[in-house]
């Protein structure tokens, strides 16, 4: 299958710092990313739709300047949580739709601490 | 938009036993349906899939039924294995639209040895 890599897999991070996590498609190119975000003992909440070359879609209610996505290349997709709180601490997923296989592929996941 | 209840939260069985977790889905548009095994502190993992086009596909222990007039979907698991221990996810999309997946609460299963 496709392989999907995150880093960091942990961070720790003042409150009012900005963190960056990189979703990467490892041995195939991915127009389309996505990005969620897990809370303890919680599903997963879709944050937004990462497309290469274009913005990217957010669902409603996630505010689209306190996590910045890019996705300038189609083997990359950033996320990066601005000004981070402590109410941010999460567990931040990625996937990419690989067309071949009519499936998204998922991370490892970023463990997010803000203190 | 669409919205996936997922039932039981919790299930626990006995190793060898059979476990049933139940979805169901509110968009008429959603045609796909993964199933996901996620274990603690890693991302989720596709165990069964199925499309609208078909009622109940199998993959050795696992199999997953789908009933689209009910808008409902299934997940058994045969002869449990401790190994099979972890939340298990299911999720609905439109694969020929905006590819997001909906997923729904989750459900922890314990499989006692």
């Known amino acids: 299958g496709a392989v999907v890599s995150q880093h960091p897999s942990r961070v720790i991070c003042k409150s009012g710092t900005s963190v960056k996590i990189e979703c990467r498609s490892l041995?195939?190119?991915?127009?389309?990313m996505f990005w969620y975000r897990q809370f303890p003992k919680q599903s997963l909440m879709l944050m937004a739709t990462s497309n290469e070359g274009s913005k990217a879609t957010y669902e409603q209610g996630v505010e689209k300047d306190k996590f910045l996505i890019n996705h300038a290349s189609l083997t990359l997709s950033t996320l990066t949580v601005t000004s981070a709180h402590p109410e941010d601490s999460s567990f931040y997923i990625c996937s990419a739709w690989v067309p071949w296989y009519n499936e998204q592929f998922f991370g490892p996941g970023t463990r997010l601490t803000v203190l | 938009g669409e919205n996936v209840e997922q039932h039981p939260s919790t299930l626990s069985v006995q190793e060898g036993d059979s476990a049933v977790i139940k979805c169901t889905y509110s968009d008429s548009a959603s045609n796909y349906f993964p199933w996901y095994k996620q274990e603690l502190g890693k991302g989720p993992q596709l165990i069964i899939d199925i499309r609208s086009n078909v009622g109940e596909k199998k993959d050795q222990r696992i199999a997953v039924t789908l009933n689209k007039t009910a808008k409902h979907f299934s997940l058994h698991i045969t002869e449990t294995q401790p190994e099979d221990s972890a939340v298990y996810f299911c999720?609905?999309?439109?694969?020929?639209?905006?590819?997001?997946?909906?997923f729904g609460s989750g459900t922890r299963l314990l499989v006692r040895p």
């Open positions: 041995d195939f190119q991915a127009t389309t």
């Open positions: 999720a609905a999309s439109q694969m020929d639209s905006s590819y997001k997946l909906i």
